[in-house]
């Protein structure tokens, strides 16, 4: 059986066979293992590039990401022994890219010319580009959809439910780093495997359900792969903030060892908001001003009831003492 297709059909659809490979197996720590049929010098050279890639931009590449671009430099490999090229209308301007990164793919297709001893049309530096921007890394090389990624990184956050402890600005900033190539990768069709999809979708549905709504609403047809990549994000902004504490620190009169343990403790964990430093007479004349408190750490016995959790450590704040907050405050 043959495939039957246009050559830039053929790429993508053996791209997705070699991807979706990945989604029932394991999470491969070396990528080379999903490609069993790779000669060695094909993967020596292929591993060398993106050691270039990422010497080159100072940058890693981010998994799955490595995936892609390992599939795509293969099938270049093989379409150029088969001579098999089609040339495609219409692409992006180089223009718009990084320079480094323009520079790069030209001498990853130069360093592939002379690897293959063979001349390699000028449209593979453009056809590598749009991989390279497609992928995510841990900075930013390209900010042509930077507009488009803002707009639809708000819209998501506006129309999800977050808790008031949730750090929007580390969330906003993840989820930039993923949309940014992922509006790219829409744009060029170019398709990832979330090989972690199935585990998302059981052990976050509601979140992955309420995501895939909020993106079924935007402008753009996004897969249920770059769905769970985006609930990732949200969901660990959620747990994240759930280690948030509002702790009340109190002593004899509020100073002096107080402060003391304010500063360990704000060393031992950092997740805490240390609303107050105060003594236990100013406590005890306002409950109702610190009934919102999630934990009051003191260096004294309390003798009243008092409205929130209380622990009573030394100033000196040990290891037990510690051992015995964390208990109370995380279960």
Do not use: W
């Amino acid at each position: 059986m043959r495939a039957v297709g246009t050559e830039v059909q053929l790429r993508k659809a053996l791209n997705y066979f070699l991807l979706e490979e990945t989604r029932t197996g394991k999470v491969l720590d070396n990528i080379s293992d999903i490609f069993p049929n790779v000669s060695d010098n094909d993967r020596q050279f292929i591993s060398a590039q993106m050691v270039l890639i990422e010497t080159e931009l100072s940058v890693q590449i981010l998994d799955p990401y490595t995936i892609n671009i390992f599939s795509h430099l293969y099938i270049l490999i093989q379409s150029v022994r088969q001579k098999r090229y089609e040339e495609q209308l219409n692409l992006t301007s180089l223009t718009q890219y990084d320079e480094k990164l323009t520079v790069v793919a030209r001498k990853i297709i130069d360093n592939l010319g002379h690897y293959l001893n063979d001349s390699i049309h000028s449209q593979e530096v453009e056809n590598l580009l749009v991989y390279l921007v497609g992928l995510r890394y841990n900075k930013n090389l390209d900010d042509s959809k930077d507009d488009e990624a803002h707009r639809l990184v708000s819209f998501i956050i506006q129309n999800i439910s977050l808790g008031k402890h949730v750090n929007r600005n580390n969330l906003i900033k993840g989820l930039l780093g993923h949309v940014r190539p992922m509006i790219h990768r829409i744009t060029a069709n170019i398709s990832i495997i979330n090989p972690l999809l199935n585990d998302i979708k059981f052990n976050y549905e509601d979140a992955f359900n309420n995501i895939k709504g909020i993106t079924q609403k935007s402008s753009y047809i996004i897969s249920d792969d770059e769905v769970g990549f985006l609930t990732l994000y949200v969901v660990r902004a959620i747990e994240d903030a759930t280690n948030y504490k509002r702790v009340l620190i109190m002593c004899s009169t509020g100073v002096g060892t107080a402060q003391l343990l304010q500063t360990k403790v704000r060393h031992s964990f950092p997740d805490f908001d240390i609303v107050d430093v105060i003594s236990s007479k100013t406590y005890q004349k306002d409950l109702k001003k610190y009934q919102d408190i999630d934990l009051v750490i003191s260096t004294v016995q309390v003798p009243y009831q008092t409205v929130s959790p209380i622990i009573q450590v030394s100033a000196l704040f040990n290891e037990g003492d510690k051992r015995r907050v964390k208990d109370l405050a995380y279960g």
